[in-house]
Every structure is written in structure tokens, then in C-alpha cells.
């Protein structure tokens, strides 16, 4: 199985930590942090507070580097949930 990216976060994530359907199937798309139940965990997160919780984590919480940080901000635009114009 090739390395699942989240759709949302943009962070890789493994076949247990995937999200999951209302049905309660597994989501490909999205980690379990972003996606639960056929629903977005934070329906009011838009692109720009990812990129600044990404910093974040790279600047106060040290829990990525800073190039890896700016690597999935770059990456964020193509990602499904960013891609194309909010619907809701
Ligand atoms: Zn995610």
C-alpha cells in the first residue's frame, strides 16, 4: 500500500490512522484527525489556519522541522479539501 497523504492536513498518515465514513468504512483521503464520521473534525478550519498551525507545530512545538513545515504548505493548495472553491 503507497503512503496515504491527508487531504486536509497534508501530513502522511498509516492505514489504522485513517479516517472514517459515516457508514463507518475507512476514508482513504483523510487521517483520522481531520475526518470522523463523514464529517470534517474542524468544519471551520480554512487553509490559511492550517499553514499557521503547521508553523506552529514547526516553531513552538517542535514537532516537525520548518522545511517540512513549508514543504506541506506548499503541497496544501492541491489537496482536495483546498483545491476548489468551498461549496459550504
Ligand atoms: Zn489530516
Known amino acids: 500500500m503507497k503512503p496515504l497523504i491527508c487531504q ?3 501530513f502522511p498518515f498509516s ?3 485513517r479516517g472514517t465514513n459515516r457508514d463507518g468504512s475507512k476514508n482513504n483521503d483523510y487521517c483520522l ?3 470522523k464520521n463523514g464529517e470534517y473534525t474542524d468544519h471551520h478550519l480554512t487553509l490559511h489556519e492550517q ?3 503547521l508553523l506552529e507545530m514547526a516553531k ?3 514537532e516537525i522541522s520548518l522545511e517540512e513545515a513549508q514543504q506541506i504548505i506548499r ?3 492541491d ?3 483546498w ?3 468551498n461549496i459550504f
Open 8 to 10: 486536509s492536513c497534508g
Open 15 to 17: 492505514a489504522e490512522r
Open 33 to 35: 484527525d481531520c475526518y
Open 51 to 53: 499553514e499557521r498551525r
Open 60 to 62: 513552538e512545538h517542535n
Open 75 to 77: 503541497s496544501l493548495p
Open 79 to 81: 489537496l482536495k479539501r
Open 83 to 85: 483545491k476548489m472553491t
